[in-house]
């Protein structure tokens, strides 16, 4: 009998990403590393509460849907007998478990400026960086420069965009140069041969059918800065592509408990999960600070500069 359940468990353990078992696989527990899982929760409002603990303690976090709830893990690193020094270091976790190593987030988190600098000083550092990041960048084959006008113009639309959405502007900003290099532009072609079309359009590569439900949803909050038509061919209105990205973005980021590695891998696409995805826009996003940084020649009397400090709209936590 215990041989039968052995059989019937073992199996859906696996699956679950449950190890710490002895037999679950041939590689031996020294050599596999794992993540601790310290919930699982169908109820939003316990979910936040765990994610809430989670940033007072210091610990950086993913999630991953499993219906009917979401699971939430600790990104340790850890060999089979890292539980127990964890649960040893946070006892309130006594039920946690280890789980297949799933994602290896940045260790130590991206750094951050805080306060965010003034819209003048965003603007005067990054147009420039953002039009030297236009002309090398991977699409713009002909080396074509971006004027100064346009460069400014569009950093003054980033910069407002995440003010508006309380996000922090070097985040968008990676995400434009990360995506395209700001060359505003079709890609995912194989889409424009859908019965109907759905290409990813612009700096922020937003599918058309993406674009539509962003649009829908900002008529239905009536937001300022709202088109007063659909933009199908969003190329054409670069201030409604940053403001959609923001916008996306920012649900993302609630949706995800403020967690921006899971915002940034839902935005590149909910099936099928990149998980460098998100490791590479934080690379660009950390290169755009460094630069704000030295080009500002940093007074640390004006801004404070950690890693794994809060993003504006969530300054009650030490998360992501």
């Not at 990054?126 to 346009?150: K, S, V």
């Amino acid at each position: 009998m215990i041989s039968v359940l052995r059989r019937v468990i073992v199996p859906i353990l696996v699956l679950l990403g449950i190890s710490g078992f002895s037999g679950l696989a041939g590689t031996s527990q020294a050599s596999r590393v794992y993540d601790i899982q310290v919930g699982c929760f169908a109820d939003p409002d316990n979910a936040a509460l765990l994610v809430c603990r989670l940033k007072e303690c210091g610990l950086q976090w993913y999630s991953l849907s499993f219906e009917p709830c979401t699971r939430f893990i600790v990104d340790a690193n850890t060999d089979s007998s890292g539980r127990v020094a964890f649960v040893g270091s946070y006892p309130e976790f006594s039920d946690a478990f280890l789980v297949e190593n799933v994602w290896d987030l940045p260790h130590p988190d991206p750094m951050q400026i805080s306060p965010v600098p003034s819209r003048e000083a965003f603007v005067a550092i990054m147009a420039p960086y953002m039009q030297r990041q236009y002309q090398n960048g991977y699409y713009n084959q002909g080396r074509l420069p971006m004027d100064e006008d346009r460069a400014r113009m569009y950093t003054g639309f980033i910069y407002e965009a995440a003010e508006y959405y309380q996000m922090d502007p070097f985040l968008i900003f990676a995400l434009g140069n990360y995506e395209t290099y700001f060359y505003n532009m079709f890609g995912d072609l194989d889409r424009l041969k859908f019965s109907r079309p759905d290409p990813a359009q612009g700096m922020f590569q937003i599918l058309r059918s993406t674009a539509r439900l962003i649009y829908e949803e900002m008529k239905r909050q009536n937001l300022p800065h709202t088109p007063k038509d659909f933009p199908g061919d969003l190329i054409r209105y670069p201030k409604a592509q940053i403001y959609f990205a923001a916008h996306y973005v920012h649900k993302l980021h609630l949706e995800h408990h403020g967690n921006r590695y899971m915002a940034l891998l839902a935005y590149n696409g909910r099936n099928n999960p990149n998980y460098e995805y998100p490791r590479r826009v934080m690379r660009f996003y950390q290169r755009a600070v460094k630069h704000f940084l030295k080009e500002s020649e940093w007074d640390s009397s004006e801004w404070s500069l950690a890693a794994g400090s809060p993003d504006p709209v969530f300054r009650e936590s030490r998360g992501q």
